[in-house]
């Protein structure tokens, strides 16, 4: 199919807000944020990622670039070509060869699978950094234009206080994949999740909340897909604000949106773990997808004057700068997307402290903690936070802004020591339990916002902790060195499963007490799913690259 110009009758400046595109009634408009660019090419794409329209993008208002074109069609595949400068020693990615992925994208036509051809520079060329003639095109999925169907909404939020939560932590695909309640055709989806049998067993646990693994749109590491393995838990995110088709039989957004009606008709809130710390562009020669490709300079962390090295506070090659307005921007939009268009309750925040970084230090006065607590609809919801990250000064359990509430690893150690009979430990057990006060200087909450949990989604599962003494990773294809290596589990005589009924009664009481005293500690209540029916592992405390009956429940 040939490529035209889009019409100038059809064509015409636009406006530079809101980001992203906006259906109006006559067309579309766009808008995209790169500064430094010198011109940007708007492409159509029909249902076989064939080019069929090009046109560079008439006006620019600051920093913004900007279109509205007539008679675009719902559903309509785009993206961009950026012209500008190739200096990656500078942070300029500009190649008009790759299509770029809107960052504003609210749905894409596909998964997002690594490829050699999403690298901005040939790889082929050891040394120096040159441009990648190569057209990426058809190696890409495309951001569809919104298509703005309506959605009955047939439940209220449940908003449940946080004194009543328990959370029942789950990943949308493992949930449903081995339930033979759950039809065939939607096991491991949204649909999946939504499905009666999933909801009655949700309802008969009597837990207020699930918490999903990362449901934006992500793409496995290189790394994995060299080992035959790939990103099952998604904490690699590739955009900000679209659903992972992944996890969709046909529509993410439709199918998303009655994941969470299903929930709330059942009156249980729905919490998503975000990733806003880093994204799957890696580091300084990884891939050049979306915000990489446009606005880099602005968008990541830099060491001061040296934007050959990004300041990886993430541990997964760069981090993203909430200290700078844009990227502060896109995140607040993309909390309000969800909230808005999905209904949804709360988030918790994956490394949480890497978005309360300023210039280079953590503040709980941070321009994020600030953005939100002002914004009308982000202060209703529930705020979750990992409170730490890797870079400098990066433990902050105690340290978020006082609606947060937050992960808390010391009660997760304290009782686990307890409960394996160590010695010393009962004093610490009794503060942990009655909410860690010697931590959470909250005055204005009755009860402690720590979320207390034992087993969360990077460790052991519940049964594992009273089944190993070591990790079992080796199916990771990293030596076995890889996850927690002070696990604080004991297995009771034996590695493993065992036949023995003494060790299975008494692993089975621990697993009683562990959830009893989570239930009876001040603060929120994590659940790790799975543990309700003593999902095994095998001893991996690191299964994030496991998307298999491994990882199931």
Same mark, same amino acid.
């Given at each position: ?6 019409s ?9 807000s ?8 006559g ?18 794409f ?9 046109n ?7 920093d913004v ?14 993206? +961009?070509?950026?012209?500008? %400068?190739?200096?990656p020693?500078?942070a +300029? ?19 997002l699978?690594f490829n ?12 120096d950094i040159?441009l990648d003639e ?11 234009v919104?298509?703005?169907e ?6 209220p939020? %449940?908003?449940? %206080?946080w ?21 065939e055709?939607?096991r ?7 499905h ?6 949700l309802?008969?646990?009597?837990i207020?909340s699930?918490?999903i693994l ?9 790394r ?5 393995l790939?990103n099952?838990?998604g904490y ?11 996890y969709?039989k046909?529509?993410a957004?439709l ?5 969470v ?12 773990d ?8 890696s ?8 915000n ?8 990541f ?9 990004f ?5 997964c ?17 993309s ?13 918790r925040?994956?490394?949480?402290a890497?978005?309360g970084?300023e ?13 939100? *607590? ?16 890797i870079?400098?000064?990066g433990?902050?359990l105690?340290n978020?802004?006082e ?12 009782v686990?020591?307890?409960w ?14 009655m909410g860690s ?15 207390n949990?034992?087993?969360?989604h ?6 594992d ?6 990790? *079992?990773?080796?199916?990771?294809k990293?030596h076995?060195i890889?996850?927690h ?26 697993k ?5 005293t989570m239930m ?10 799975g ?12 299964a994030?690259?496991?998307d298999s009956?491994?990882s199931?429940?």
């Amino acid at each position: 199919m040939m490529t035209r110009f889009i019409s100038e009758e059809s064509l015409a400046a636009g406006r530079p807000s809101p980001l992203g595109v906006q259906v109006t009634n006559g067309g579309a408009n766009f808008a995209v944020y790169a500064p430094h660019a010198i011109k940007i090419e708007l492409c159509f794409f029909d249902e076989f990622d064939q080019q069929t329209a090009i046109n560079p993008m008439p006006a620019r208002t600051g920093d913004v670039w900007h279109a509205h074109v007539k008679n675009v069609a719902p559903g309509q595949r785009y993206g +961009y070509r950026v012209h500008g %400068p190739f200096e990656p020693t500078q942070a +300029y990615w500009f190649n008009p060869n790759k299509v770029i992925i809107d960052p504003y994208a609210v749905e894409i036509s596909g998964p997002l699978e690594f490829n050699r051809h999403l690298y901005a520079h040939n790889v082929d060329i050891p040394g120096d950094i040159i441009l990648d003639e190569q057209d990426n095109a058809k190696h890409i999925p495309k951001a569809r234009v919104p298509r703005g169907e309506y959605f009955e909404w047939s439940a209220p939020k %449940p908003d449940v %206080p946080w004194r009543e939560v328990i959370i029942y932590e789950m990943h949308v695909k493992g949930f449903s994949m081995l339930n033979p309640e759950v039809p065939e055709n939607i096991r491991g989806t949204y649909l999946g999740v939504a499905h009666p049998a999933s909801i009655a067993h949700l309802k008969r646990l009597g837990i207020t909340s699930v918490q999903i693994l990362p449901c934006f749109a992500f793409m496995p590491e290189s790394r994995l897909g060299e080992l035959g393995l790939t990103n099952y838990w998604g904490y690699n995110p590739a955009l900000f604000l679209a659903p992972e088709p992944r996890y969709a039989k046909e529509d993410a957004v439709l199918e998303f949106k009655t994941m969470v009606n299903a929930l709330h008709e059942a009156s249980i809130e729905v919490i998503m773990d975000v990733v806003y710390n880093h994204t799957a562009e890696s580091g300084m020669l990884g891939p050049v997808i979306t915000n990489k490709g446009l606005h880099a300079r602005d968008f990541f962390r830099y060491h001061p004057n040296n934007y050959t090295h990004f300041i990886d506070n993430s541990g997964c090659g760069n981090s993203v700068n909430t200290h700078h307005p844009y990227s502060l921007r896109l995140v607040m939009d993309s909390m309000r997307h969800w909230v808005n268009e999905y209904h949804i309750d709360g988030f918790r925040f994956d490394l949480a402290a890497s978005l309360g970084r300023e210039a280079w230090d953590y503040s709980r006065n941070a321009a994020f903690f600030k953005a939100i *607590h002002q914004d009308p609809m982000l202060a209703q919801v529930k705020l979750i936070a990992e409170p730490w990250d890797i870079g400098r000064g990066g433990y902050q359990l105690g340290n978020f802004p006082e609606e947060w509430y937050e992960c808390n690893d010391k009660f997760r150690d304290t009782v686990r020591s307890f409960w394996k009979g160590d010695l010393g430990v009962t004093a610490d057990f009794a503060t942990r339990l009655m909410g860690s006060n010697d931590v959470f200087h909250k005055g204005t909450l009755h009860t402690s916002a720590s979320v207390n949990y034992v087993t969360y989604h990077d460790g052991f599962t519940l049964h594992d902790l009273v089944s190993y003494n070591q990790r *079992h990773n080796k199916a990771n294809k990293e030596h076995n060195i890889d996850g927690h290596g002070h696990n604080l589990s004991y297995n009771y005589g034996v590695e493993g499963e065992t036949d023995n009924p003494e060790i299975r009664e008494l692993r089975s009481k621990q697993k009683r007490n562990f959830i009893a005293t989570m239930m009876l500690s001040q603060g929120a209540v994590h659940f790790l799913g799975g543990d309700e029916m003593g999902r095994t592992q095998q001893g991996n405390n690191n299964a994030y690259c496991q998307d298999s009956e491994l990882s199931w429940f």
